[in-house]
T-cell receptor
Framework: RKEVEQDPGPFNVPEGATVAFNCTYS??????FFWYRQDCRKEPKLLMS???SGNEDGRFTAQLNRASQYISLLIRDSKLSDSATYLC????????????FGTGTRLQVFP | DAGITQSPRYKITETGRQVTLMCHQT?????MFWYRQDLGHGLRLIYY???????DKGEVPDGYVVSRSKTENFPLTLESATRSQTSVYFC????????????????FGPGTRLTVL
């Protein structure tokens, strides 16, 4: 089983739609969680950190469910510019934490 | 105000040759990382460094060597390139890795696309 699993998509949605991605992780010791965004052939960039209480940044909402070991990302009112690959990232747990990246979920927003 | 840069951006080499990929950051971040990204695998950590002269292996270190004599530089060397090392290589840096919150954010360089023939 992969440490971090994501549905690769693509998710094809019209502008204005709401879309949600889930990501599951296998290590219950993981402490920090992130969503990164990666545009085609570009470097990943942090979209948002995911906190236990959940957090919202404009049109983006991230949730963490420790009991079921998954995190989610909700995008409301999708824009064409949201088209990208969204990477779920968790720390490996323990004293030598490293980031473990999922393979990403591709989102394509169409007019 | 470059942030984090990588060179070269593109490299074609032959099997058996030594190749060095350069990474330079201007933020004085303590931590630096090398990842490779391949289809179906996501980003995989090769090596990382917590400070100058401190390096540690990641998930896929075989065939790679790193050094960090200065805080701002973290070169990655392929001692004898193989075709399986054809990939996109990303360097990243961060203030910390265990602090939690924004200090753990990793900033990535633009990547080096390496082809080994």
């Amino acid at each position: 089983r992969k440490e971090v699993e994501q549905d690769p998509g693509p998710f094809n949605v019209p502008e204005g739609a709401t879309v949600a991605f889930n990501c599951t992780y296998s290590n219950s010791a993981s402490q920090s969680f992130f969503w990164y965004r990666q545009d085609c052939r570009k470097e990943p960039k942090l979209l948002m950190s995911v906190y236990s209480s959940g957090n919202e940044d404009g049109r983006f909402t991230a949730q963490l469910n420790r009991a079921s070991q998954y995190i989610s990302l909700l995008i409301r009112d999708s824009k064409l510019s949201d088209s990208a690959t969204y990477l779920c990232v968790v720390t490996s747990g323990g004293n030598t934490d490293k980031l473990i990246f999922g393979t990403g979920t591709r989102l394509q927003v169409f007019p | 105000d470059a942030g984090i840069t990588q060179s070269p951006r593109y490299k074609i080499t032959e099997t058996g040759r030594q190749v060095t990929l350069m990474c330079h950051q201007t933020w004085s971040h303590s931590y630096m990382f090398w990842y490779r990204q391949d289809l179906g695998h996501g980003l995989r950590l090769i090596y990382y460094s917590a400070a100058a002269d401190i390096t540690d292996k990641g998930e896929v270190p075989d065939g790679y060597v790193v050094s960090r004599s200065k805080t701002e530089n973290f070169p990655l060397t392929l001692e004898s390139a193989t075709r399986s090392q054809t990939s996109v290589y990303f360097c990243a840096s961060s203030e910390s890795i265990l602090a939690g919150g924004p200090r753990d954010e990793q900033f990535f360089g633009p990547g080096t696309r390496l082809t080994v023939l």
